[in-house]
């Protein structure tokens, strides 16, 4: 069902022609891919009788077809880790309960039986009154990225001088804090945000340790800023460095 409203803080996605806005919806209502890239899928959730709206990308993590199932709650929750479904429900009834943008690291598995590392970012949908009415965001299935032994093009391509780079070893040092994450898997995260957005590795690592200290939060809010902060740094990247 179409609904005007917001698809991030501030930002109307209910006016003009149906461009796509940041979160892969467009003004019209309707959630299309997002991207070519199967490793990133993106959702509404509407608070009001917990709707959800979920792109093509989106049921092909969870292992489904495009609109071969209604996307529910039950159904997120049924495909979360048992040792996390738990927190993931928590993290849901935070955000309905609060109205505020959220933000988790957690696994789920598809139909397949395959366990998959995800990241989520979502943030607030407002409609034309302000009201918050629901979240909109982003699943990124890092599955492939953080495999131990994975190897992809960029890892031949890349110079690998550049992972001696005081700044790069920062901007890992920095991943590893926040997810968890060993220095294998922190490089491997940076490589893909590199690949995906055409910008040179040294050159997004440096924007990312410049932006470290517009984090003002130091509590459970921090991996919130820290997940918008890796999502859209390469934005604000000079391409000519």
């Given amino acids: 069902m179409p609904h005007s409203g917001y698809g991030r803080d501030d930002v109307p ?7 796509l806005d940041a979160t892969g919806i467009y003004a019209d209502g309707a959630i299309h891919r997002y991207n070519a890239d199967p490793r990133v899928g993106s959702f509404r959730f509407w608070f009001e009788g917990q709707r959800w709206e979920w792109s093509d990308e989106m049921y092909r993590i969870h292992g489904y077809a495009p609109g071969s199932v209604e996307p529910t709650s039950a159904l997120v929750l049924s495909h979360q880790h048992p040792d996390e479904r738990d927190s993931v429900e928590d993290l849901l009834d935070q955000a309905r309960y609060s109205g505020g943008s959220f933000s988790s690291r957690h696994r789920l598995c598809d139909t397949a039986g395959r366990e998959r590392n ?9 409609d034309a009154t302000d009201a918050v009415v629901g979240a909109s965001g982003h699943y990124i299935d ?4 953080l495999e131990q032994g994975h190897r992809d093009n960029l890892d031949k391509t890349l110079p690998k001088l550049f992972e ?6 920062q901007a890992k040092g920095a ?33 990312l340790v410049a932006e470290l200290d ?24 000079n391409h000519r460095s």
């Fill in 13 to 19: 996605v209910g006016a003009g022609s149906p461009e």
């Fill in 118 to 126: 995800l990241i989520v970012v979502a943030e607030r949908m407002l």
């Fill in 214 to 237: 517009s984090l003002t939060e130091v509590t459970s809010a921090l991996r919130t800023e820290f997940d918008h902060l890796i999502m859209t740094v390469h934005e604000r990247v």
């Fill in 142 to 145: 890092l599955t492939d990225v």
């Fill in 164 to 169: 001696a780079r005081a700044v790069i070893e």
């Fill in 175 to 207: 991943l590893r804090l926040v997810y968890g994450m060993n220095e294998e898997q922190a490089f491997k995260l940076l490589q893909w945000r590199s690949q995906e957005n055409n910008t040179k590795l040294r050159a997004l690592a440096n924007r």
